[in-house]
């Protein structure tokens, strides 16, 4: 049975920056992810809104974090976490892989999300390069382009207010209609290079020689009166999904498995603690990732200081 005073669920950008920092304040950290190191954004093709680095590639940017997690001594293995037990301080996590227990005497969880997909034609090949989930993130790169939005909730159409700005046009592809407040909705549409389609079914992205080309999509109901919209780059939103499944029957999640942290990244069981886009918040970014995870780690220290004292 191996022992750490903290084990990090998730090798994200807030998982990795929650034990950089816990390594540096002298813990034993264990790093866990049934992935390769990074999360979602290695799966971005450019950002180029993290302070200090300029536009970089996702993966190359989760490689970096990667690696001084590695310079620093962090032990990383994959494991699928089944579930987390808290017996009298002592937290005990159960993995997929095989019956060991792994204790310790704090968790962080920062297994991120996935985004909630269409699972059509087109959808693997250009995910990541044309097919992004993030405006704030791969927005910069179509200025002046044709851009194509699937959804229209409050992301939506937030994203879509922002995109309309830079792109030559915005076509938004919705299978109801824009369903965020009025306000915002009737002022998107209002917008000059905006067009909406309504009541719409996505069907395939369409592509020629490995060159993405646009979206065809139909009529929801009928499927009928199929479409074409020419554009070079898509923009899914249409919900993301929290990788929260372990933690389902414990009090850590809200209505839609997002965990509830308070403002120091603890959750309603103590020595247990959350960071990153797996938590209930507003602004899902790589900076505020890393954010989350340093207070995570520092507060886990905190409370280690604490039980410490304690058996003194």
């Not at 993290?50 to 996702?58: A, E, H, I, L, T």
């Not at 999640?253 to 942290?261: D, S, T, V």
Request: aromatic share 8%; with cysteine.
């Amino acid at each position: 049975m191996s022992r750490y005073d903290l084990v990090v669920i998730g090798a994200g950008p807030a998982g990795m920056t929650a034990a950089i920092y816990a390594v540096r304040a002298n813990l034993n950290v264990l790093l866990l992810d049934k992935l390769a190191p990074g999360g979602q954004i290695i799966n971005t093709n450019e950002i180029e809104n993290y302070p200090g680095v300029g536009k970089v590639n996702g993966a190359e940017l989760a490689i970096k974090m990667f690696e001084q997690t590695q310079e620093l001594g962090v032990d990383f293995d994959y494991r699928t976490v089944t579930k987390i037990e808290s017996l009298e301080g002592i937290k005990q996590i159960y993995t997929e892989e095989d019956k060991d227990v792994i204790e310790a005497l704090t968790v962080i969880v920062a297994t991120g999300t996935r985004p909630r997909t269409l699972n059509i034609p087109g959808e693997e090949e250009y995910k990541g390069s044309a097919i992004s989930w993030c405006a704030i993130c791969d927005g910069a790169k179509y200025r002046d382009k044709d851009v194509t939005i699937i959804g229209g909730g409050n992301s939506a159409v937030d994203e879509g207010t922002y995109l309309a700005t830079i792109t030559k046009s915005l076509s938004i592809i919705t299978d109801f209609d824009l369903t965020a407040d009025p306000v915002s909705s009737d002022y998107l549409r209002s917008l000059p290079n905006v067009t909406v389609y309504p009541y719409k079914r996505v069907v395939e992205f369409i592509g020629e020689g490995g060159q993405f080309k646009g979206v065809k999509f139909a009529d929801k109901e009928t499927s009928e009166n199929e479409q074409i919209v020419q554009c070079e780059g898509v923009f899914e939103y249409i919900g993301a999904i929290p990788s929260t499944e372990f933690l389902q029957g414990t009090n850590l999640l809200e209505g839609h498995g997002f965990i509830e942290a308070n403002e120091r990244m603890a959750t309603k069981i103590p020595g247990i603690f959350a960071a990153g886009d797996c938590i209930s918040k507003h602004l899902r970014q790589v900076v505020t990732a890393t954010a989350d995870g340093a207070i995570a780690a520092q507060e886990a220290s905190s409370y280690i200081k604490a039980l410490r004292r304690q058996e003194i």
